[in-house]
């Protein structure tokens, strides 16, 4: 089957109480990796791709890459989806170069400045059959350029859930990434954070169905991090969102989690583990072959803890 957009997985996921995986991609093995799992565990798929994936690999690469995951895969339904857009002519790019899903992120604006954006994104998109994620208060930490409040911050960004009402209606957004406590990238807190499931519920209680973003939601599991600072690298602080409370909030209104730091960190630890248990190694199918294995056994374990496991059927 083709591409196709999240309209019907996000219904389902909403219904069902569970959260779709997105899991953003840069080059082959990732892509492998994360479709070998969904493939294993017939969970439907959303593949991302930032601006930064954009400028690494090029759209020609990544898009027949996925062309390629799509076809071997007819049983699962696969979206593409723009992380991040941060400007009308970005996402009307994406639109046009055949993704089914972009995200318009005006959520640095002023209020009004965001849903006028948003607004214009969504009607071109919608005119082309695509649908549109908007953002809507405050995330932390740092993913690519996009620079978040500090840590420490994160609950005084959260997003409000009568502008959240405000902004969907007005804008026409089919889904929104909300601030509820989560954080980019793999420094996210000091301590175990702990998420503001009443914002989830407020919104969901006077917007019932609409599905709802959760960014910035790595576990950043220690597996990996073990395995990266015990073969010579150095991230002793790093920490993400506890597994339980991302699968607490998948079975609300959070249709959609994404995930990148822990592809990053399954795929860099395995590596590192290849290099320094075999420095003679130089073949780089030796060491982007275990990265891309670790990568699929990661996904698998994520696809668990999201609920989505066995529902591509369901989302077709
Ligand atoms: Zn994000």
Redesign the pocket.
Known sequence: MPLVDTKKMFEMAYKNGYAVGAFNVNNMEITQGIVDAVAEEKAPLILQISRGARKYASMSYLMAIIDVAVKENPDIPIAVHL??GDTFEICKQCVDEGFTSVMI?ASSLPFKQNVDTTAKVVEYAHSNGVVVEAELGQ?GGI?ED?EGVSSDEVSKHLTDPDQAIEFVNSTGCDSL?VAVGTS?GAYKFKTVPKLAFDVIEKISKRLPGFPLVM??SSSVLKEFKDLINKYGGNMPDAMGVPEEAISKAAKMAICKV?I?TDLRMALTAKIRQVFAENPAEFDPRKYLGPGRAAIKSMVKHKLNVLGCNGKAAECL
């Open positions: 992380d991040h992120d995330l993913e996009i990434a980019h960014h910035g994404n990148d």
